[in-house]
Each structure stands twice: as structure tokens, then as C-alpha cells.
């Protein structure tokens, strides 16, 4: 029973993790916002069906749409500048942005959780002992085939290859006719793309209220500890974590899998410096 | 990170070693400084600041000083991101407080071991370091803030409900009012913040920068990086873990909630507004947002009072949207912070009309 | 089919690099740039192919004319789809993609189509990178990546190509393999090439119009051939003496002639 729930937020962890690795393989910034960004296509999500009273998919699409355009935005309003600076600048900047995000959600949203909307049907199936509900058997369907969906558009497409060619040098793919300010708006959209769908999905299970952000927390080990340049990393990481979280509260109780995920975490780098998938550092001599 | 060169004013020069390291370079600055000093503890003596108001306001920051002092070293000094520092503010703060509430110490007995206890935890979330880089090890002081936490929630149970802290005696007095502690805060401000720039003049100072500069080279040049970066932690935590002693004791109680991973955000964006590797950035990047927070929660109800179709809560976003935009804004364009852009102005202010 | 007329380049708003450089290169040809470091050679390149703003320079002076129009002011996607297409120095390949990978994100500006049969002419080019196809370019001798790189720009179908040092770092005998396709390049494709070089002979004996660049100016200009033989470039550039033979090192330590055209 653990591990089934483990598992099916491990997916939803590792379909953030992909987007912090999208964000990394393309820019090299870690986007420490992206728990908010996760947190805004929850609530927008949420805007779209309660309030303005959309059918499902349509709110969905819209709130997918949001996100993939507040990747773009942030995207072009602050990382631009921040191509050359130093990586704590960066880092730093990330950070911030985190902060407004939250507050521009409290602001339109206020502080308190928000009347709970399941996102897909209410209803439960048996299997055998375990009891599963609807809602998380699709949310664990949907969140693995939009990982998948994501790195076969990494590997197979040609604009993934682009991608991946940015994640090498920017200097060196602009001589090749390549717009690399299109890739980056390219992978911060989709970066947004995969958190306001992980947002929405948990926003399901656990409520639409401010700590959802917490879930962007808790998939920075899982996309270090996949490797932060592998796409695939990350969604493993993402079951990982997922799964250790799970077992290491439901025997130990009091949550204590987010700091037992860091603690993983922790143990992996020093052991892994560069995740079980990362690539491996190529220098000639 | 170049600092702006100091342009001394004609009459003012160095002629020994000793003089030309002197934090106070020219009769001006000294004179500032002293009457600096006398106006901050002649504070309260002037009719209208008087009120508790005021005062809690600059004791709260200079307790906020000591933790971003540390923070400073090790982050704008030594290089290294530390994204867990109220974590081990927490840890100086509980370790002070569970000796002077349960075993009797004074406050002045419990400060330095708080401070230590923080350092020692301090330092074993820096062991990682000797392995990890930049952002991987900003990631472990993260895992810091949050193991910390949760050791102080579900592991220990005085610290999990709270717990009242008596006040500080110093013979027959009390500090039990803001107008008393205000003394002994800024006294330890004043004095760690001294004692921080006198560090950072210093060999050791000087070790950290090479380290943040290119640690590889500091290395070549015979600098022992693990150690050192140790050291950094260190101390950067033995501020904190002070900080947090005054802060119990301040409050008169310890608990939690006042130790959060937005804190930890917060000491950054200060320092970063304020001047990474700057002490005189560190506090004036407190002041700063301190004020600003202050003017935000003063408007901001009374904005919400207005324009009520505002939701609950929508003023403490309002501050978070403007502060995470100033330090964004900081850290893009001036990420050198406010200390930098004084030191330009001072600069030009010396050198005009040669001004490149 | 390029012209540079009084291009001033600088990095950073005060580092001036190249002080007034023209020079042209007409259709077909193979033009080569020689000059020692820090001449600003790679810069001349960067600010035709546009990259120089990554690193802080820009064009503040003269103009760069691609038939016909201006293009210093472009971006490099947009020069690069004009057909200018720069093979940078330092052997900069995309380190963890397959030799495959890269060549087909050389053809990026290339219609999908296109990619598979631009692919098989650049292999037949280079044999030896047919038989590496899958390998992690990362792992490549420096000759093939350099034979990856041009090819990479190949693949781009360039109608202008900015060689940068293709011979850096090489063996002698790979270096004339190299050599051998710019020539083949050049006449059997039609591209123009400007070549930049510090290996003189080499350069010399392949282009057919050659500059030479000292401290961000021109300083001499003409046919190869011309140039091989003024007296000049033998002392400074080929390591020779009076007559063709070797410089004798006390020679130089005791007697050094000033360059005829400063």
C-alpha cells in the first residue's frame, strides 16, 4: 500500500524533477522557483474550474497553457540577464522569485487553502487488498506519460536535439543558425508546462493551499539525485524519492520523509557527485 | 567580486603596515563612527523614540545583523551559498535557552555555548564540502534547514511545544523590557560586528576571498581549502547560534515557528541587497528590508481596509512580491549590492572631476 | 562577396582589438588572415559571423557588407541562415552528443529533408567519420573532430565559411588532409573561405589572397605567392633567413631587423 501511494507521487516528483533538469540542460540555472510555479498552475487550475466554472479539459489546457507562458515570461524577464553572473547570483535570483511568486499567489488567492476540487473523478477501485482511487491512478498515468512524452521529444526531435546542443555551449550552437534564446523560452515553458501539471495533479490529492509548493522542495533531491543533465535521471529519481518518502514516514511516522529524501540526498552526493545518471565529465587533456 | 578601490583624500596616508590596515582610514570616518555610536545608544533617551515600538524594531534587527554577519562570511566572503541559516539560528537559540529555562544557566553562561553548539552542527553540514561544490552545497545546507526542522519538531519534545525562557540578569537588573535589552543587543551588534570586520581585514578574510575567487588557485597557493572552509561554517554558524541565543532570550521564549526556510531566504536577500561580502553591506542591507518590511505592513492593512474585494492574507504577499522584486532586482542588475554602489558614489565623489 | 571596410571592434566598451580593419573577399576564393596572437584574427571573425556580443565586443566602427547588405548589426542565427557559417577555435565540439548528432545539428538551418543527403555527401568527404558515426564526440582525436567541425559546418551548406585555426594542435600529415578538403571545398562546392591561420606555410600554400594582421590592423595584403616571398613575411612569419635558409639563433639574439612596413 505504501508503495503503491509512493510510487504515484514519485511520478508527480519526477515529473517536476524533469523540469528543473529541462531548465538546467538548457540555461545551467537551477530554477529553485519552480515548487511556485508549481503552485501557480495548481491555483490558476483551480481559478479556471471553480471560478470561471470551465469543464475539465478545458480548464486543464488552460491552466497548462499558463504555465507553459509564465516559464516564458520569467524566463525572458530576469534568467536573460543573467546569462554570464556568477552562479550564486543565479541561484539567488531563483530564489527570489520563488518568494514573489508566493506572494502573488497570496495576494489574488489569499493564504488559506481553497475549497477542494478533485480533479478527476471521486470513485475507488479494489485491487485484490489495496484500495486505489481513481484520482491517483490517473494522476500517475498522466504524470508518467507527460514525463515520457518529454524526453522522447528530447531524444527524437530535432528541437530536442537543439536543446540538448544548448545544454553543451551557447556560443558554439549560434554559429550553427541556432536561436538560443528561442531554446531557452522553449525549455522554461516547458519546464512551466511540467509543473503546473504536477501542481494540478497534487493539488487534487492534497488540497489547493499554499503548501503544494512544498512538492517543488522535495523534487530538487530527486533531480540531483538522477543526475541533473538526464532527463531519465530524473524521473527515477523522482520513484525514489517518491518511494523512500513514503516508507520512511508511513514506518517512522511525522512526515519523516522529507528529511529522510535530503538525507538520501546528501549521501548520494557525497558518493555520486553528479547523480546516478549524470553525465559524466568529459575533459581532454 | 573587485572592491572599488579606496581613494584616500589628500592628507590621508599610510605610512605602516598596521596604519594602512586600519578599518577607520580617515578622520571623518572616525568621527562618524564615535558619534554613530553615541547616537545608537542614545537612542532611547530621546523623547518620541522612546516608545517600545521603535525599539523592537532595531533590537529585531540587530539581532538580524549577528545572523547575517555570519551569514556574509561564509556566503559573501568564503563563496559558499548557505540556504539554512535560520536553521542554526534554531539550534544556538534551543541550545541557550534549554540551559538557562532547564538547568539554571545565566544567559551569559549559555550564549557561547549556543554559539559552539550551533557551530558544531554548523560544521558537520559543512564536511560535505570537501566534495561538493557551489550548488550542491548549497543544496546540503538546504537539507540542513529542513533535517534541522524536523529534528526540532518530532525529535525533541520541549522544543516541538515551546518553552518561556527566563531574562537576562546582569546583577540587580532585569533586561525584561525593550527599552532595557536594547542595550545589550546593540552592544553584542556593535562588538560582533567589530569583531566580523576585523576578521575579515585580517589572514583569515583574506584566505576566504582567495577561496571564493578560485578556490583551485587558493589551493595551489598553499591555502588548506577543507580546512578553511570549515572554519568559514564555523563561524558563520557560531553568529548564528548567538543570534539565536539573544533572540530566546529577547522573546523570553523559544518555539519553532519563528525559525523558518523563509527566514533563511529573507538573511539572503538582506545580505544580497545589502553587499555580499561586505559588513557594512550586511547592515545596510538589514536596515533596508527591515524598514521596508515594516512600511509594507503598515500600508498594507490599510490598503486591504480599502480595497476589500483583497482576499486574507493578501498583505503579507504584497511584501513578498516587493521584497523578492527588489532582490531580484538587486541581483540582477547590482549584484554587488548597496555597499557597492556607495562605495561608487564615494569613490566619484573623491576622484570628481577625474572620474575614470 | 565580403567587405569590411574600417571595422573598429571592442570587448567590454574599452578593449580595443581590431583598429580599423578592411579587407575583402571575393566570391570562390580562398582568403586567409595570418597574423601571431592576439592580432585579433578571431575576432575579425566572430564580428563578421556575429558571435562577438556572448562576449561583450561589438562592432563601434566601419561596416561589414555581405553582398550587398550590412550585417554587423544581425544576430548570428540570422548571418548563419544567410549563409555564413564560422568554424570556431579550440576544437569546440558538442562534447556528449554522438558525431552523428552534431553534424545533424549542423544541418539545423536545412530543411528536414535535406538532413539525410547532406549527411552522405559529408561522409563522403570524410570516410573516416562514417566508421565513428555513434561515437561520443567527446572521445574523438583531435583530427577527426576537427574533420567533425568542418564538416558540422558543412552540413549547413554554407555559401561563406570562417575557418578559425583549423590546423591548431594537429600532425603535420593531418593538417595536409585537412588542407586537402578546404581545397576540394573550394572548388568543388564553390564556397568561399576565409581562413585563419598562424601556420603561414600552410595557409599560404593553400589560399589564393591572403591579409596579415598585426595589433587589430592590416599591415600587408596580396596574392599568396606574392607574399610567400616578400622578404618580410620569411623573417617574421616563416622562420627563414636571407635566401631561404634557416635563421641561425645567434643571428636573432644579436641583430634584429625591424619590419619594413611598420
Not at chain 1, 527524437?156 to 556560443?171: D, W
Not at chain 1, 523534487?219 to 540531483?224: G, K, L, N, T
Request: glycine content about 12%; hydrophobic content about 50%; overall charge positive.
Amino acid at each position: 500500500m505504501l508503495v503503491i501511494s509512493g510510487a504515484m507521487n514519485g511520478a508527480i516528483y519526477g515529473l517536476v524533477a524533469l523540469g528543473f533538469v529541462l531548465v538546467y540542460k538548457a540555461s545551467a540555472v537551477l530554477n529553485f522557483a519552480q515548487g511556485y510555479m508549481l503552485l501557480l498552475g495548481a491555483y490558476l487550475f483551480w481559478f479556471s474550474r471553480v471560478t470561471l466554472g470551465l469543464p475539465l479539459v478545458a480548464a486543464l489546457l488552460l491552466s497548462v497553457g499558463a504555465g507553459f507562458l509564465v516559464g516564458i515570461l520569467i524566463e525572458r524577464l530576469t534568467l536573460r540577464r543573467l546569462i554570464g553572473q556568477p552562479l550564486i547570483s543565479m541561484i539567488t535570483v531563483t530564489i527570489f522569485l520563488s518568494l514573489v511568486l508566493e506572494g502573488l499567489v497570496s495576494m489574488i488567492w489569499g493564504t488559506y487553502p481553497l475549497q477542494h476540487v478533485t480533479v478527476f473523478h471521486d470513485s475507488t477501485i479494489r485491487l485484490g487488498r489495496l484500495v486505489l482511487t481513481t484520482q491517483s491512478l490517473l494522476a500517475f498515468g498522466l504524470a508518467l506519460s507527460v514525463a515520457g512524452a518529454l524526453i522522447a521529444f528530447f531524444r527524437f526531435t530535432r528541437m530536442g536535439l537543439a536543446m540538448r546542443g544548448v545544454a553543451e555551449g551557447h556560443q558554439i550552437v549560434q554559429s550553427m543558425g541556432i536561436s538560443v534564446r528561442r531554446i531557452l523560452s522553449l525549455s522554461w515553458g516547458l519546464a512551466g508546462i511540467a509543473a503546473s501539471i504536477g501542481g494540478i495533479l497534487m493539488g487534487g490529492t492534497l488540497g489547493f493551499q499554499l503548501g503544494l509548493s512544498q512538492i517543488g522542495l522535495l523534487a530538487i533531491p530527486a533531480a540531483f539525485i538522477g543526475g541533473l543533465e538526464s532527463p531519465e535521471g530524473a524521473v527515477l529519481g523522482g520513484l525514489l524519492i517518491g518511494l523512500s518518502e513514503s516508507i520512511v514516514s508511513g514506518y517512522v511516522g511525522n512526515a519523516a520523509g522529507v528529511p529522510a529524501a535530503f538525507v538520501i540526498l546528501i549521501a548520494t552526493m557525497l558518493f555520486r557527485p553528479y547523480g546516478f545518471f549524470g553525465l559524466e565529465r568529459i575533459e581532454r587533456v | 567580486m573587485a572592491r572599488v578601490p579606496f581613494y584616500p583624500p589628500s592628507g590621508v596616508y599610510a605610512d605602516s603596515y598596521a596604519k594602512d590596515m586600519r578599518i577607520l582610514k580617515t578622520g571623518t570616518q572616525r568621527f562618524l563612527t564615535v558619534a554613530g555610536l553615541v547616537l545608537l545608544f542614545a537612542l532611547p533617551l530621546i523623547p518620541g523614540l522612546n516608545g517600545s515600538y521603535y525599539l523592537r524594531l532595531i533590537i529585531g534587527a540587530g539581532i538580524t545583523v549577528i545572523a547575517c554577519l555570519g551569514l556574509n562570511i561564509l556566503t559573501g566572503y568564503c563563496g559558499q551559498l548557505n540556504v539554512g541559516q535560520s536553521a542554526f539560528v534554531m539550534v544556538g537559540a534551543f541550545a541557550s535557552g534549554m540551559l538557562t529555562a532547564f538547568h539554571g544557566w545565566s544567559f551569559w553562561a549559555s550564549v557561547v555555548p549556543g554559539g559552539l553548539a550551533a557551530a558544531a552542527v554548523g560544521v558537520l553540514f559543512g564536511i560535505p564540502s570537501v566534495r561538493l561544490k557551489g550548488l550542491y552545497l548549497a543544496l546540503t545546507t538546504l537539507g540542513a534547514q529542513i533535517i534541522l526542522t524536523w529534528v526540532a519538531l518530532y525529535g525533541i519534545t520541549v522544543t516541538a511545544a515551546g518553552f518561556s525562557v527566563s531574562p537576562v540578569r546582569l546583577g540587580p537588573v532585569v533586561f525584561n523590557t525593550p527599552q532595557k535589552f536594547y542595550y545589550l543587543a546593540m552592544g553584542f551588534t556593535v562588538v560582533m560586528t567589530f569583531v566580523a570586520r576585523n576578521l575579515m581585514r585580517s589572514r583569515l578574510g583574506r584566505a576566504f576571498i582567495a577561496i571564493r575567487d578560485n578556490d583551485r588557485a587558493a589551493e595551489g597557493m598553499g591555502i588548506d581549502i577543507f580546512k578553511y572552509k570549515l572554519l568559514a561554517f564555523a563561524i558563520c554558524t557560531f553568529y548564528a547560534g548567538v543570534a539565536g541565543a539573544l533572540l530566546v532570550h529577547y522573546m523570553m521564549w523559544a518555539q519553532l515557528e519563528s525559525f523558518t526556510l523563509q527566514d533563511s531566504v529573507w538573511y539572503l536577500a538582506m545580505i544580497i541587497v545589502g553587499g555580499l561580502g561586505s559588513i557594512e553591506g550586511t547592515v545596510f542591507g538589514v536596515l533596508f528590508i527591515t524598514v521596508l518590511k515594516e512600511l509594507v505592513l503598515v500600508v498594507g492593512p490599510m490598503a486591504q481596509g480599502k480595497l476589500s474585494f483583497l482576499p486574507m492574507g493578501a498583505a503579507s504577499g504584497l511584501l513578498l512580491v516587493i521584497i523578492g522584486s527588489i532582490a531580484i532586482f538587486f541581483g540582477v542588475l547590482e549584484p554587488r549590492g548597496m555597499a557597492h554602489r556607495w562605495s561608487l558614489i564615494k569613490a566619484f565623489y573623491r576622484l570628481w572631476p577625474f572620474g575614470y | 562577396m565580403l567587405t569590411l571596410s574600417n571595422v573598429e571592434v571592442k570587448y567590454a566598451g574599452v578593449i580595443l582589438v581590431l583598429r580599423g580593419v578592411s579587407l575583402q573577399v571575393p566570391e570562390g576564393k580562398i582568403v586567409s588572415l595570418l597574423g601571431s596572437n592576439g592580432a585579433g584574427k578571431t575576432t575579425t571573425l566572430k564580428a563578421i559571423s556575429g558571435l562577438l556580443r556572448t562576449e561583450l565586443g561589438e562592432v563601434t566602427a566601419g561596416a561589414i557588407e555581405y553582398q550587398g547588405r550590412r550585417i554587423d548589426r544581425l544576430d548570428p542565427e540570422q548571418i548563419a541562415k544567410m549563409g555564413i557559417i564560422q568554424v570556431m577555435e579550440g576544437r569546440k565540439v558538442l562534447k556528449h552528443l554522438t558525431v552523428e548528432e552534431n553534424l545533424r545539428l549542423g544541418g539545423y538551418i536545412r530543411p528536414n529533408g535535406e538532413v539525410r543527403r547532406d549527411l552522405e555527401r559529408v561522409y563522403g568527404y570524410f570516410p573516416r567519420l562514417r566508421s565513428r558515426r555513434n561515437a561520443v564526440s567527446g572521445y574523438l582525436s583531435g583530427g577527426e573532430q576537427q574533420m567533425m567541425l568542418i564538416g558540422r559546418a558543412m552540413m549547413a551548406r554554407p555559401r561563406l565559411m570562417l575557418l578559425d585555426e583549423p590546423s591548431m594542435g594537429l600532425a603535420p600529415l593531418i593538417v595536409r588532409e585537412i588542407y586537402e578538403i578546404v581545397r576540394r571545398l573550394s572548388a568543388e562546392e564553390r564556397t568561399t573561405i576565409l581562413l585563419v591561420e598562424q601556420n603561414a606555410k600552410a595557409a599560404l600554400a593553400t589560399s589564393e589572397l591572403a591579409y596579415v594582421l598585426e595589433n587589430g590592423r592590416v599591415v600587408l595584403d596580396g596574392p599568396a605567392a606574392a607574399l610567400a616571398d616578400n622578404e618580410d613575411i620569411r623573417e617574421f612569419y616563416l622562420g627563414l633567413g636571407k635566401l631561404g635558409e634557416k635563421k641561425s639563433y645567434r643571428a636573432v639574439k644579436t641583430y634584429k631587423r625591424r619590419k619594413r612596413w611598420l
